[in-house]
């Protein structure tokens, strides 16, 4: 064995055992995972120059993480480290066990990115114990850029570079998540606490220019190809309504020109929109047993085993159907997905997701340019069902903003 060679064995060596791969009884949490970029606007030299560090939500699954466990992010491009960045862990409880470890929210003042493009975002899980590095996932991010302007009526004078992860691929990431008693939401966002058990809907789109909150709307729901009445005993009230929900994720960007004339020689520049929206929705449904004293106040999923569709109507016009499983015990089947790879919480599922023609009201852009290669950050789709979701997800609006002298 030449010195070369036994120096490449001994890095690969000091490489595995520094960064191995997650421990038995641990797993990365796919559906939970938010990445976005948290902009600043720096001068320097009196120059407007956009910087970017990494903001993160994930999540890791298991009993067992040793206390003062944590996180270690490296963003990388083309191979190229381009920052780093640690912190500590916080525990996931759940009905009073601990069931894993997250960070919400996450990010440092330093270091700073001016770079877009395709990139990398290796997560590490950190044990406790031991100091040792796991690497948990590596994220795959699109980052973009719109360009602003600062000049007045006759003047073009650039601004700060907004920087943008590209959320277009997320449109069929909905999670289905049966909450217990008193439980958190999928995505940990501060939501009302549920006497009752509750089932949970969290969907994605890209905002509309005017920043619309979905509108109240209601629920159809079929079992078995047989639709269900909302009515409970008791109650003259159909207990299907679908309120707003609450945000569990958002971030927006706005690019602004004076590149067309129309805008060079008078009145205000040009401005364009873009937002990316996580969104999640308790609906009018319960599971679990029920109180021997207490009527029920809304249809339980007990009492209907079998394949589910749930069409979700605003102002009497589809805007999203769903589509899943509910075994006997009233509780869903995980999706195939779920069986190649994709890790959710338990009692959380992926629900097949169709979009009408026209969409939804509240949103501005569909594409299925991207939701096409996969999800989750990378992860491509493995079941033929969700690839024939993907590609008749409908075009609408532009992907993304586009400069005033581009219409």
């Known amino acids: 064995m030449t010195i070369l060679t036994r120096l490449t064995f001994s890095l690969m060596v000091l490489s595995t055992s520094l960064f191995a791969q997650l421990p038995a009884g641990v797993r990365f949490d796919d559906g939970f995972t938010w990445l976005e970029c948290k902009n600043y606007e720096t001068f320097p030299d009196n120059k407007p120059v956009g910087e970017w560090v990494l903001l993160a939500n994930v999540r890791v699954l298991g009993d067992a993480i040793p206390a003062r466990s944590g996180w270690k992010f490296v963003v990388k491009k083309a191979g190229r480290v381009l920052a780093e960045y640690n912190a500590d862990g916080f525990d996931v409880m ?155 994720g958002k971030f927006t960007v706005q690019h602004s020109d004076r590149a067309a004339d129309k805008y060079f020689k008078s009145g205000p520049k040009y401005t364009e929109r873009l937002g990316f929206v996580r969104r999640s929705f308790v609906l009018p449904l319960h599971w679990g047993p029920k109180s021997p004293t207490n009527p029920p106040s809304k249809i339980f999923t ?58 939804a009201p509240f949103e501005g852009r569909l594409t299925n340019e991207f939701v096409k290669q996969g999800a989750f950050f990378g992860r491509p789709w493995a079941t033929d069902a969700m690839k024939k979701l993907a590609e008749a997800v409908p075009a609408k609006g532009r992907p993304f903003p586009l400069p005033s002298d581009r219409h």
């Open 94 to 248: 759940r009905g009073g066990k601990k069931i894993g470890m997250t960070i919400v929210g996450f990010w440092r003042d330093q270091p700073r990115i001016r770079e877009d493009g395709q990139m990398d975002v290796e997560v590490y899980y950190i044990d406790g114990r031991t100091d040792r590095e796991h690497l948990a996932r590596t994220c795959k991010v699109d980052v973009r850029k719109v360009t602003t302007e600062r000049g007045a009526v006759g003047q073009r004078d650039p601004g700060c570079d907004q920087f943008y992860v590209n959320r277009h691929a997320e449109v069929l990431s909905s999670i289905l998540f049966f909450r217990d008693v008193q439980n958190f939401s999928y995505t940990q966002v501060p939501t009302g606490y549920y006497s009752d058990r509750v089932v949970e809907l969290t969907v994605n789109y890209c905002e509309n220019e005017g920043s619309d909150n979905p509108a109240f709307g209601r629920l159809r729901v079929e079992v078995n190809g047989k639709e269900i009445e909302m009515m409970v005993p008791g109650n003259s009230v159909m207990q299907d309504s679908m309120g707003g929900g609450d945000l569990a």
């Open 302 to 359: 007990n009492d209907h085993p079998g394949d589910w569709k749930i069409t979700w109507i605003i102002d009497r016009k589809p805007v999203r159907i769903f589509r899943f499983k509910i075994g006997p015990n009233g509780l869903p089947i995980p999706h195939a997905e779920q069986g190649r790879g994709l890790t959710l919480i338990p009692d959380a599922v992926l629900v097949d997701t169709e979009i009408p023609a026209a969409g």
